[in-house]
C-alpha cells in the first residue's frame, strides 16, 4: 500500500496509467476515499497518469486530531506532488475535493495546468448545518448518517435501478473515521473562497449535478460565471456524479482536458 509520509500525516495514494502520460490527480469527496472514482479510473487511466489519494481522515489515511483547514488539505495536495517528484498536473476533485481544488487555483495556480471543480463550492453549507452535522455524529457514529447521505448523493431512480451500487459508498462512509469525518467537516465550516474565484486564470470546468442538494447548481454556475476562463457541464445526477454517471463525467473530462 502506496504511503508518503508528509508533515506529520501519511496520505495513502496509488498511480495508474502510462507513466509517460499527463499526470492528472483526483481527490475525493467527504466520506468517501480514492475508490470514488473506480469507475471513471479505466478511461482516464487510458490517456493520463492517474493520482489518486485518500483525504486525511478518509480511507487508508492517517487521522490527525481535527480540526482541520482547507488550506491543510491543499498542502497535503502539494506536499504529495513534491513526494513523488511530479511536475505540473492537472486537478480534478469532487465536493471537497472540489474545494481544495479552488484554493490550489487561487494559491498555487503555477503549479498546475487545468482544474476540474465537480459537485462543488466556493463555500459549502453554512455554519449551523455543520454544527449539526457534526452533533450527529458525535452522538450516534456514522451508520446513521451514511444511511441518510446516500439520498443526497443519488437520485431516487438511480437507487431504485441499482441499489446494489450504494454497496461500496455507504460501507465507505460506515467505515470513516469520525474524528476524521469532523475534522473535514470543519475545515468546510469556515472555508468562503467566493470573493477569490475570480483570480483564478487556469482553464477550469464546473460540473454540477442537475438534482444535486448538496451543492446545487446554482453553485456552478456562480462558480462558472466568475471564473475568467471556464466550461459548465451539467449531468442529470445528483451529488456523486462520477459514480452515478461515471460515462457521462468521463466524458466531459476528457474533452476538457483534451
Known amino acids: 500500500m502506496p504511503i508518503a509520509e508528509l508533515n506529520g500525516v501519511r496520505i495513502h495514494y496509488t498511480l495508474d496509467g502510462p507513466g509517460d502520460a499527463p499526470t492528472l490527480v483526483l481527490s475525493n469527496s467527504l466520506g468517501t476515499s480514492l475508490h470514488m472514482w473506480d469507475k471513471v479510473l479505466p478511461a482516464l487511466a487510458a490517456r493520463y497518469r492517474v493520482l489518486r489519494y485518500d483525504t486525511r481522515g478518509h480511507g487508508q489515511s492517517s487521522v490527525p486530531a481535527p480540526p482541520y483547514s482547507v488550506a491543510q488539505l491543499a498542502g497535503d495536495v502539494l506536499g504529495l506532488r513534491d513526494y513523488l517528484r511530479i511536475d505540473r498536473v492537472h486537478f480534478c476533485g469532487l465536493s471537497l475535493g472540489g474545494l481544495t481544488g479552488i484554493w490550489l487555483a487561487i494559491h498555487a495556480p503555477s503549479r498546475f495546468h487545468r482544474f476540474i471543480f465537480a459537485n462543488t463550492s466556493a463555500r459549502i453549507g453554512n455554519p449551523s448545518m455543520w454544527d449539526e452535522r457534526i452533533a450527529a455524529i458525535r452522538a450516534s457514529g456514522m451508520v446513521p448518517l451514511a444511511q441518510a447521505t446516500m439520498r443526497r448523493w443519488f437520485t431516487d431512480g438511480f437507487m431504485q435501478r441499482h441499489p446494489e451500487e450504494l454497496d461500496l459508498p455507504r460501507a465507505v462512509m460506515e467505515q470513516t473515521s469520525p474524528d ?67 460515462r457521462e463525467f468521463e466524458s466531459a473530462v476528457l474533452n476538457f482536458l483534451t
Open 180 to 246: 476524521g469525518y469532523i475534522g473535514c467537516c470543519l475545515s468546510m465550516r469556515k472555508e468562503d473562497l467566493r470573493g477569490e474565484v475570480a483570480r483564478i486564470h487556469a482553464p477550469c470546468l464546473v460540473i454540477t449535478g442537475e438534482s444535486d442538494i448538496a451543492t446545487p447548481p446554482a453553485e456552478g454556475r456562480f462558480l462558472h460565471q466568475n471564473l475568467p476562463q471556464s466550461h459548465y457541464v451539467a449531468l442529470k445526477a445528483a451529488h456523486l456524479s462520477a459514480w452515478e454517471l461515471p
